[in-house]
């Protein structure tokens, strides 16, 4: 595969010194209700799912080099200081 420069470029803004792109997917809805169920928070809304997804993602921002959002909720999200 030929990769341009500007491809390099792009990706490289996106991976650690090794060339790794750390990425975290945010929307897992269904995984957090049944983790949430076993714990026995069996009424669990989505504004809770939305509340640990917060939590989750401001404390994995410093770590990541990208994180995958659904769209509806991405939009409620603070964009972290550049």
């Excluded at 650690?16 to 750390?22: A, D, K, R, T, V």
């Excluded at 990425?23 to 269904?30: E, I, K, P, Y």
Aim: positive net charge.
């Amino acid at each position: 595969m030929i990769v341009t420069n500007g491809k390099y470029a792009g990706m490289s803004k996106v991976s650690n010194e090794s060339g790794l792109s750390l990425l975290f997917a945010v929307d897992q809805r269904s995984s957090l209700k049944k983790m949430l169920v076993a714990d026995g928070r069996a009424n669990a809304l989505d504004q809770n799912l939305d509340e640990i997804k917060t939590i989750v993602t401001k404390m994995l921002i410093p770590h990541t080099s990208a994180i995958l959002f659904v769209p509806p909720w991405a939009t409620r999200v603070e964009s972290p200081a550049q």
